[in-house]
């Protein structure tokens, strides 16, 4: 929701003036606990399967997809305002 867009803003201001750092965050070995972690928190939002594949399979798909949005953000690769990176990963 729209509440959640902008905690997350906050949340990728701050890793965009600390993005020096934070790419660290997505390296082994916190990379793949950072998606692990957050596939389980996909998966707790979601129920049953998608597309004859376990729903826990699929967050792990989406989880790693939304990090390698925020990888290639972080370094740079397109310019996107963190409000509208946000919104759209808010309703990912």
Known sequence: GRGNAYALEAVLKHLWDQRAPA????????????????????????TGATAAI???????????????????????????AAADLARHLAGV
């Open 23 to 46: 790419r660290h965050l997505f390296e082994p070995p916190l990379g793949p606990r950072l998606t692990r972690k957050l596939a389980e928190m996909i998966a707790e939002r979601t």
């Open 54 to 80: 376990p729903a826990r399979l699929a967050a792990t798909g989406a989880a790693a997809g939304i990090l390698a949005t925020l990888r290639a953000w972080l370094a740079g690769e397109e310019p996107c």
